[in-house]
């Protein structure tokens, strides 16, 4: 029996139970395996932990009502939230359409409970990054209002769930075994173009405010900068508002179209 089989044997087995027990076991599974996936929490939690360490700490410098150690803690809480959400996102619209999906509708649990859980999980693990990167920006002299950690940190996990539609969508588009690595790969080109990496200014910054994580980390910053960008000029919070609610809907049809041509085809 492969490892594989041997996985899908236990969780199958272990939530052949009454519907709810059966959500609540299922979800602990999964997170138990996202969690020690070693190489997917390295880009989750890892990689933006080594890029706030390298750009954050020591800066020092005032931005809003904190300094730059804040605004790059919130930039890399929110880039690794996002990895997370799209990352365990992505997998589910995978393993639904390589067949897991089938296998679950042997037991008891209803698609609506498999959505709650891999939602659930989801955000538990986008709450993993942004939990450890503000704690390490607290010890490491990123400075602000409290104020700005409580709704920053609030908007970077909240609205990271944005990007489990994004992750749902692609995978539903690009069907196959590495859609969920191209989701995942596409959230790094994003990052660049949504000013999340290094402040952009020009043609480029006024491209970027048409992409999604441009909106959802403007706004996950507007606590600290009231809008203020550190090259040009300021923008005002119904345009973040105005970016995240578009995608929100842009991404939900693309997922919604996906999940009908996958029922067409079957």
């Not at 490892?3 to 959500?23: E, I, K, Q």
């Not at 002299?141 to 409580?150: K, Y």
């Not at 908007?155 to 539609?165: N, T």
């Not at 508002?241 to 693309?254: C, D, Q």
Request: aromatic content about 10%.
């Amino acid at each position: 029996m492969t490892a594989t089989t041997a996985t899908t044997t236990r969780v199958t087995g272990a939530v052949r139970a009454t519907p709810r027990p059966a959500m609540l076991t299922y979800a602990r599974l999964d997170l138990r395996r996202q969690l020690r996936d070693r190489i997917g929490m390295f880009f989750v939690v890892g990689l933006p932990t080594f890029m706030y360490l390298v750009f954050g700490i020591g800066s020092d410098d005032p931005v809003g009502s904190g300094n730059v150690g804040m605004y790059v803690m919130i930039s890399m809480a929110a880039y690794g939230a996002v990895t997370a959400t799209t990352s365990v996102a992505g997998s589910a619209a995978t393993e639904q359409v390589m067949g897991w999906g089938r296998q679950l509708g042997l037991t008891p649990m209803r698609p609506l409970a498999f959505v709650a859980a891999k939602a659930g999980v989801a955000m538990s693990v986008a709450a993993v990054p942004v939990l450890a990167i503000f704690a390490i920006g607290a010890a490491t002299g990123a400075r602000g209002d409290w104020s700005d950690w409580v709704v920053s940190g609030a908007v970077v996990w909240l609205g990271s769930a944005l990007f489990a539609v994004y992750g749902l969508a692609i995978c539903l588009v690009f069907r196959g075994p590495n859609a969920a690595g191209i989701a995942s790969g596409m959230i790094v080109v994003l990052a660049f173009l949504g000013n999340v990496f290094t402040p952009m200014s020009g043609f480029m910054l006024d491209l970027g405010r048409f992409t999604p994580l441009y909106g959802y980390v403007a706004l996950a910053r507007f606590p600290l900068t009231d809008g203020w960008l550190p090259t040009e000029g300021r923008d005002p919070l119904w345009l973040p508002v105005a970016n995240v609610l578009a995608w929100t809907v842009i991404f939900g049809l693309v997922a919604l179209w996906g999940v009908r041509r996958s029922r067409a085809r079957t």
